[in-house]
């Protein structure tokens, strides 16, 4: 059985949000290319709500993921409190 993103660890879950940010941009820049494919929109839109998704839990979970309006913060100011996005499992 496959684990939800809430049953993920951290580490799993930064990986998972990698895995599909990549695949985002991927499927932009074919978009950009090809705009009519309708199948690859699709993907774009099925892949955009489930980088949404994970976001969202690791946000709720660990704090967030962008500054600059990307991501609400809880009181206090939570931006600093964990290691960077990038420096999971180091």
């Known amino acids: 059985m496959e684990k939800t993103y809430n049953d993920l660890s951290k ?4 990986t998972k949000i990698h895995q599909l940010k990549f695949a985002a941009i991927d499927l932009n820049l074919y978009l950009d290319n090809f705009p009519d494919n309708k199948r ?8 955009t709500a489930k980088l949404t998704s994970a976001i969202d839990i ?14 609400q ?3 206090p100011w939570q931006w600093v409190d964990e290691p960077w996005p990038w420096e999971i499992g180091e």
Do not use: R
């Open 40 to 47: 690859a929109l699709d993907d774009y839109n099925t892949v």
């Open 73 to 75: 913060s809880k009181y």
């Open 11 to 14: 580490k799993e879950l930064m």
């Open 58 to 71: 690791y946000e709720a979970k660990y704090g967030p993921q962008t500054n600059f309006g990307g991501s």
